[in-house]
């Protein structure tokens, strides 16, 4: 069965410096989806970036990069140049097809705090 | 314009009272779902429909009764509420498929509180 963990709780970061937040995955299925989603205070689920597992590169958006290793079944998230408003829960989720229809499972989340 | 939207955001009620959240999504997506989120913050799926027809049931209490009138609205109802059903819930909507497709687009949550 598909499986994410995200091993940190918890991460300080300084603002202005990048921060990894780690994410593995186990899954027998060769072709799946890897997705980071930010939670703010607030509540809502906002996505960030998409990794698809037969990607050649790893993704980018803006600020964020995913750090794809297949072969450690690894999908870490990079956040460059932290901001204040990046303080918030994050999750990690892949793509789970069983039953013949996708859903993402999530990891346990990791809060990040950014200190000025 | 709200993507997917949900009603309550917050919801105080007793044990044993049966209650209902709404969803709805203007995305003109196929699939919804209800994801729920503990205290703990993990986030895990109860249901998901496509096209109105119940696709994913993981293991929810028959207390809990998703009904999809059509492919826009999702409802949660929920009979003899109980202590441990307090959570946020979220609503979402997806294309079907892999890919970026499948990303979530996820409602701002709905917060169940039980006395």
């Known amino acids: 069965a598909q499986k994410i963990t995200q091993t940190q709780p918890g991460m300080f970061v300084q603002e202005k410096e990048a921060v990894t937040l780690d994410c593995t995955y186990d899954?027998?299925?060769?072709?799946?989806?890897l997705f980071w989603y930010k939670q703010p205070s607030s509540g809502e689920m906002i996505f960030l970036i998409y990794?698809?597992?037969?990607?050649?590169q790893n993704a980018t958006e803006g600020r964020y990069s995913l750090n794809f290793q297949k072969a450690r079944k690894s999908a870490n998230l990079v956040i460059s140049a932290s901001q204040l408003g990046d303080s918030a829960m994050y999750f990690c989720a892949m793509t789970d097809p069983s039953g013949g229809y996708n859903k993402l499972i999530f990891g346990a989340g990791t809060r990040l705090a950014v200190h000025p | 314009d709200t993507a997917v939207s949900q009603t309550p955001k917050y919801l105080v009620t007793q044990m044993g009272n049966d209650k209902s959240i709404k969803c709805e999504q203007n995305?003109?997506?196929?699939?919804m779902y209800w994801y729920k989120q503990d205290s703990k913050k993990f986030l895990k799926i109860m249901f998901s429909?496509?096209?109105?027809?119940?696709?994913i049931n993981e293991t929810v209490p028959n207390r809990f009764s998703p009904k999809s009138p059509d492919k826009a609205h999702l409802n949660l109802h929920i009979n003899s509420l109980e202590l441990g059903d307090s959570a946020v819930y979220f609503c979402?909507?997806?294309?079907?498929?892999?890919?970026?497709?499948?990303?979530?687009?996820f409602g701002e949550g709905s917060r169940l509180t039980v006395l």
């Open positions: 979402a909507s997806s294309h079907p498929g892999t890919g970026p497709t499948g990303e979530l687009f």
């Open positions: 899954t027998s299925d060769p072709s799946y989806g």
């Open positions: 995305l003109g997506h196929d699939t």
């Open positions: 990794q698809g597992s037969y990607d050649q």
């Open positions: 429909y496509n096209n109105k027809e119940l696709i």
